[in-house]
C-alpha cells in the first residue's frame, strides 16, 4: 500500500465504461478480496506487462507511468529480472546461514550511507523497517515518545499505524506519539514544543520519525538543510533521528543517493523500503553501532524472508542499474527540467498554484479558481484526465489536492514533454474560473 496515493482511491464510479475482460476482473476482484482494498481512478487500469517507465494494458495500450516509485530503475528492468532468476535457480536460504551475497550487499549499501552508519539490518516492508527503528530507539534512548508530522505515513504494523496520522481518525495517534505541523515556518519551535509536552508528560523522547520528502504531507523539500536544527533540538532531547527514506532513497531527489543527504544531515537510524529491490520485498535499516550494539544482544532479531539471497540479489541489481545508468543524474536533470516546466503551466493556470518537489518527486497544489482553497475534487478530475490520456500520476497531502508526480528513475526529457503534453490537456479540461 502506498498511503500517499490513497487520496485517489476511489471506488470505481466508472466500472460500467471498462471493457468486458476488466469489468469481469472487477467483479471477481470484490467476490474475493477483503474491503479495505482501493483500486485507483474512477475508470480502473488493468494491466498486463511493464517496461522501463510505460506499463500496458492488454490490448497493448501504452501508459506512461509518472507514479510508481517501486520500479525506480524502470518496470521489470532485465538486469533485475535476469538477477532474480540466477539467484532463485541457485540458492534461497536466509540469514542464519552464511552466504554471501547479503555481506556484500550490506557493505555496498553502508557505502552510499557514510557518516558513521556502520550496520545494516533487513526486512521486507518499509513498516518492518520502521517497526525496528522504534523498537531500536526505544530501546537505545528508554523514553517511548515519537514525534511525527501532521499527515506522515509510515506503516502498517500497530506501532508505526499509530505513528501515521494520514489513517485518519480510525487509527487514533497513540498517547506517546505527538503530532507536529508539516514543515513550514516554526517547524523547529513546534518540535521544541512537542518535545517539552512530552517531558512535561513524563514521556522521554525516543526519536523524531520524518520522511525526508514529507510525501503524503504535500511533498516538502525546501529549503535544503530545514531539518538540521530539528535534528540538533532531537538530539539535546536525547532521542534519535530516524530517517525514513522509504519515498526519498535510492536516488529519487536527484544527485544524492538519500533524501537525508540533500538536507545535509547525519541521522542515527536510516530506513528504506519500496525501490530497493525494484518490486521484490527488501527493505531494512542501517544504523551506527553503537545505537545497535544493546538492542542486538538483548534482542535476537530473525526475520524469515528479510534479507534472502533472491530478494538481496534483486537489489545489488537496482544498485548497479543505478550507477551504471546515471540514474541519480538523471533524477537531477529531467527533475530540474520537469520542475520548470510544470512551473510555466502552473503560471497559465488558475488552478495550480505551486510547485514543490526535488529530483523526480514533484507536488503541484490544486485549488479552486474561485475560492483558491485547496481542491481535492479537481486534482481528482486532473488525475483522473491523465488517466483517460494513458499518463498515471496520483495525489496526495492532508486535502488530496497535491499532484504528485514520481516516476520510475529512468523517466527522460522526452517522458517528461509527453506527461507535460498531456497535463496540459487535462488542467485545460479542469474547472476554470467563471470570469
Ligand atoms: C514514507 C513511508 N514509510 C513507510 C512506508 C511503508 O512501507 P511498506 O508499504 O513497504 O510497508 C511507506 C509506504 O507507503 C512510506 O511511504
Redesign the pocket.
Known sequence: ????GMADGLEPAGAAALEPGARDLLRRREAVLGSGYRLFYDRPVRFSRGSGVYLYDPEGHAYLDAYNNVPAVGHCHPRVAEAIARQASTLNVHTRYLTEGVIDYAERLLGTHGGGLDRAMFTC???EA?DLALRVARHHCGGTGIIVTANA????TAATAEASPCLGPGVPAAPHVRVVPAPGPGFATHVAEAIGDLRARGIGLAAFLA?SLF??DGVIADPAGFLRPVQDLVHEAGGLYIA?E??SGFGRTGGHMWGYQRHGLAPDIVTM??PMGNGLPI?GLVARHEVLDDFGRKVCYFNTFGGNPVCVAAAAAVLDVIEEEGLRENALETGAYLKASAEGLAAGSAIVSGVRGAGLFLGMDVVDPVTGEPSGRIASRVVNGLRERRVLIGATGPAGNVLKVRPPLPFNRAHADQLLAALAQALAAAPQPKS
Open positions: 500500500m502506498d498511503a500517499s516492508t518499509g513498516s520502521n505515513y509510515h506503516g502498517v520522511d510525501s503524503s525514513d522509504v519515498q523500503g519500496k527493505a
